[in-house]
C-alpha cells in the first residue's frame, strides 16, 4: 500500500498596493514623508528582520511586531532632502521571513537646488 501526503508548506506574503512613490518635484532642504501600507496575505506572521537605505538622507519606521496572517502595518519613509538636487532613486530593501526573503520599496523626487 502506497500512502501519499502532500504538505503545504506555510509562508508569509509580503504585499504593498503600491511600492513604487513618485513624488512631485520639490526644493532642496525640504523633508518629504510617505506611509506604505504592508500587508500579510500569508499563512503564518511577517517579520521585519532589518532594513538598508541607500544613503542617511532617507530613514523608515515601523512597528518592529510582527504582522499576523490578514493584517496590515504601516511603514514610514522620510527623506531629507538637504545637500541634495536633481533627480533622485532611492530604494529600501526589507529583510523579511517572507518566500522572497528580501523585498522592495522604492521612490523617485526631483530635487530643485536652493537659491
Not at 504585499?15 to 520639490?26: E, L
Not at 506572521?45 to 532594513?51: C, Q
Amino acid at each position: 500500500m502506497l500512502v501519499l501526503t502532500v504538505s503545504h508548506a506555510q509562508e508569509a506574503v509580503f504585499y504593498v498596493r503600491k511600492p513604487d512613490i513618485h513624488f512631485p518635484r520639490i526644493e532642496e532642504g525640504q523633508i518629504i514623508e510617505h506611509t506604505f501600507i504592508i500587508e500579510n496575505k500569508g499563512d503564518v506572521p511577517l517579520e521585519i528582520y532589518s532594513y538598508d537605505v541607500e544613503c542617511s538622507c532617507t530613514s523608515i519606521s515601523y512597528d518592529a511586531q510582527p504582522i499576523p496572517p490578514g493584517k496590515s502595518s504601516p511603514l514610514t519613509l522620510r527623506f531629507d532632502s538637504s545637500g541634495k538636487k536633481g533627480f533622485q532613486d532611492r530604494y529600501i530593501l526589507l529583510e523579511t521571513n517572507s518566500l522572497r526573503r528580501k523585498e522592495q520599496l522604492h521612490f523617485e523626487v526631483w530635487v530643485r537646488q536652493g537659491k
